[in-house]
Structure formats: structure tokens, C-alpha cells
């Protein structure tokens, strides 16, 4: 059975929606995944289940409204997709909490970054339904524009890693 990692938008994030990771795991486990497990408070959350990806995106998502009031963005990739986002990371010289991986419900497309501003010198790069960006200073003080971001939800390299890790040892247990 697949193993899959969903990361909630706008969860537990500056105040907005608060969803506490044990009512996460409990809404999952209502739809049927199993091996539930979540990451640390930003809306992490990995398990099994025999569906296609984008049934379980859809079906969580649309759970998750239901229990929130509203739809809070829910993007799901496999282990073997979050390794190779963590692989293909731009910006070698960047610190892993400075680069985020801003994850997209679909492929952006080709123009997505024509128009970012970028006044701290932030940098970004595309790829498929992620997008990369190097903050020099930081995410919480960038002035950063960039509409392409809007319906995403970001992670820290260091955390994208850590789930890839974890999805592994799901795996594992085979």
C-alpha cells in the first residue's frame, strides 16, 4: 500500500486556522489511512492508503473542510516525489531553513515567475508542481511578490527531507 505525505495549507500558521495534529490524525483515520502519523504543528501528515493521490488530496481536503469550516489546501506527493524534490534542490549555497519548497495543488505554469518581485534579492526556480525560492534573509522578513504562490503551502528544505526520511521508514516496514 502507498505511502503518502499531505501538507495542509494555512494550518497552524501566524494565528490562521488551528488544526491540532491529534484531531489531524483522527480525521485521517476516519477516511480509512492507515499508519497515520504527523510532523511536527505546521500541518504534516503521512500514511497508507490504496487510493490514487488525488482521490486521497481530494478526499482529505474536502474532510478537513467540513471539520474547519473551510477547505484548507491539501497537497499530497509520494516518497519516492519528495526525494527528488529534496535531490533537485537549486541554490547549493543556500541554508536548508532558507530555501523553501513551495508546493502547488498542479504544475505552475512556464511564465509563473515573470513577474516576481524580489527586493531582498530572493531568488526562485520552477519546477513541475513546486516552486523553489532562496530567501538571503529570511522567509518572515521577504517582500517577496509572487502570485504563483498564492494557492501553495511551503516547507523548509530541512523539513522536506525530514519527511522523505520518515515516508522511507513507513516504507520500510513492509
Excluded at 509520494?78 to 534542490?89: N, T, Y
Aim: hydrophobic share 40%; charged share 30%; glycine share 8%.
Amino acid at each position: 500500500m502507498p505511502v503518502y505525505v499531505a501538507l495542509l495549507r494555512a494550518v497552524n500558521v501566524g494565528g490562521t486556522s488551528s488544526l491540532p495534529m491529534a484531531e489531524l490524525k483522527t480525521v485521517c483515520e476516519g477516511l480509512g489511512f492507515t499508519e497515520v502519523k504527523t510532523y511536527i504543528q505546521s500541518g504534516n501528515v503521512l500514511f497508507r492508503s490504496d487510493e490514487a493521490e488525488k482521490t486521497v488530496e481530494e478526499r482529505l481536503d474536502e474532510a478537513l473542510g467540513k471539520k474547519m469550516g473551510k477547505r484548507p489546501g491539501v497537497m499530497v506527493r509520494s516518497r519516492k516525489e519528495l526525494d527528488k524534490i529534496a535531490a533537485d534542490a537549486p541554490f547549493p549555497e543556500a541554508k536548508p531553513n532558507f530555501l523553501l519548497v513551495h508546493f502547488l495543488p498542479e504544475k505552475a505554469p512556464g511564465d509563473a515567475l515573470e513577474k516576481m518581485v524580489a527586493p531582498d534579492g530572493e531568488e526562485a526556480k520552477l519546477a513541475g508542481r513546486e516552486i523553489y525560492v532562496h530567501y538571503p534573509n529570511g522567509s518572515g522578513r521577504s517582500k517577496l511578490k509572487l502570485s504563483a504562490l498564492k494557492p501553495a503551502t511551503s516547507r523548509n528544505l530541512n523539513t522536506v527531507r525530514k519527511l522523505a526520511e520518515l515516508a522511507a521508514a513507513l516504507e520500510g516496514k513492509d
